[in-house]
């Protein structure tokens, strides 16, 4: 990991949340929390941050707040967005010269004009390419699932880079367009091309890629700004406005094929989500059995999933924790690529997005049903892989498809799901 300006070497990626007494204090992480206002101990989050950026929220509400923090920390304001999930704005700010992030952040932490402050934290794409045909919709009994529903009416938001909606598998699949980066790039990437074909791709009739709700639809979050999507980086401001947009359009299922490190503001905002009614989604990292727990998998009530092969052998650099809910097809998939094409891809991206096709199918069968439910019908109908019962290297076991349709409740209603 590279040395930060000051040679702050073990700080890059370090964070810390400011509780106080005096105004509302955003939920400490999952894992063990800070000390306030001082350097936590042990070893930094995984992942990066911006070298020269910091996040806050104040305990007041006036602009003039804003700078005037900036003038007492000789600060940058750069912008200043307001937050639906968190209730609150982030503020974040330019460190313009050679102080380290640590630095400033233990500086911040003496105000009380500073409800909490945190590093800019850079998130990245779970996939890497790979070589071998399809066989997901088969290991997983997607194609007995599609004689009962295809996923009509259904909606996912996919958190990612942009998607091709040209590629004829996907044409008429994606419903709405939010761009989060905001920089005027290209919309679209081959990460996210891949997993919105793996959740609605419709073109097999055609010779072309069936994904796991060929009728459902797609809301395309930009989060990521590579085209390529498989060396992007996103960060805590980005994905804060993603989620919240996700919010505005009360999106059921949310799929998060990406990791980073544990992030207060992130956190907060995805628990909100939760609250909401929304089942979120997200890839269980590939670091390694060793590494530790990969965000924002790893928060209460996200569903963390791994990726499996063929055989239903692990992906060999899968994370491995006991927040791993669920495995699926995750190695040698088939996936759309833009332009038209196809690859192969490997990683528990591609997992998730599986995950995430199967939750629309039962959306689609049962309009109305809490994410709470979704999330208990896929784990209940699992294909147990290890000893019996949850384990730390694929959770409750293989997705099957079929199963949990078969496991949804008899009087659940079956009318279209209604559109946001």
Request: hydrophobic share 45%.
């Amino acid at each position: 990991m590279a040395q930060s300006a000051t040679g702050d070497t073990d700080l890059l990626g370090w964070l810390v949340t400011l509780q106080k007494t005096d105004g509302a204090a955003l939920p400490a992480p999952a894992t063990a929390a800070p000390t306030p206002r001082g350097i936590p101990a042990g070893s930094p989050p995984a992942g990066q941050f911006r070298p020269q950026e910091v996040l806050v929220t104040l305990t007041g509400t006036t602009g003039d707040l804003d700078q005037a923090i900036a003038r007492d920390f000789a600060l940058a304001l750069q912008s200043s967005t307001p937050s639906v999930l968190l209730g609150t704005r982030v503020v974040r700010y330019r460190i313009p010269e050679s102080r380290s992030v640590a630095t400033v952040l233990a500086a911040l932490g003496q105000d009380q004009r500073v409800a909490a402050a945190q590093a800019t934290l850079v998130y990245r794409l779970n996939a890497a390419p790979s070589v071998l045909p399809q066989f997901m919709l088969d290991k997983v009994s997607a194609t007995d699932a599609h004689q009962i529903t295809r996923g009509q009416g259904a909606v996912v938001a996919v958190i990612d880079t942009g998607i091709d909606s040209t590629h004829p598998d996907l044409q008429g699949s994606v419903r709405a367009r939010f761009d989060a980066v905001g920089d005027g790039g290209d919309d679209v990437g081959q990460h996210g091309t891949a997993i919105g074909g793996l959740i609605a791709a419709h073109g097999g009739a055609s010779g072309g890629l069936t994904g796991m709700a060929p009728e459902a639809s797609l809301l395309a979050v930009r989060a990521f700004p590579a085209k390529s999507g498989l060396d992007a980086d996103s960060d805590t401001l980005i994905l804060l406005r993603a989620l919240d947009w996700c919010a505005s359009q009360r999106a059921p299922i949310v799929n998060m094929s990406l990791t980073g490190p544990n992030d207060p503001l992130l956190a907060a905002a995805i628990a909100s989500l939760i609250a909401q009614g929304s089942l979120v989604v997200a890839a269980a990292g590939n670091d390694g059995a060793e590494a530790p727990p990969a965000y924002p998998a790893a928060l209460p009530g996200v569903l963390a999933v791994t990726a499996t092969d063929t055989h239903d052998v692990v992906l060999d650099r899968a994370n491995q924790g006991a927040y791993v809910g669920l495995a699926a097809p995750g190695v040698d998939v088939l996936v759309v690529r833009p332009g038209g094409g196809y690859d192969a891809a490997t990683g528990t991206s591609m997992a998730a997005a599986v995950v995430s096709g199967s939750a629309a199918l039962l959306l689609a069968r049962a309009p109305g049903t809490p994410a709470a439910d979704l999330r208990a019908g896929l784990l209940g109908s699992a294909v147990d892989l290890g000893p019996p019962g949850p384990d730390p290297v694929t959770g409750a076991g293989r997705l099957n498809a079929a199963a949990a349709l078969a496991a949804l409740p008899a009087d659940q209603p079956l009318a279209v799901l209604e559109q946001p």
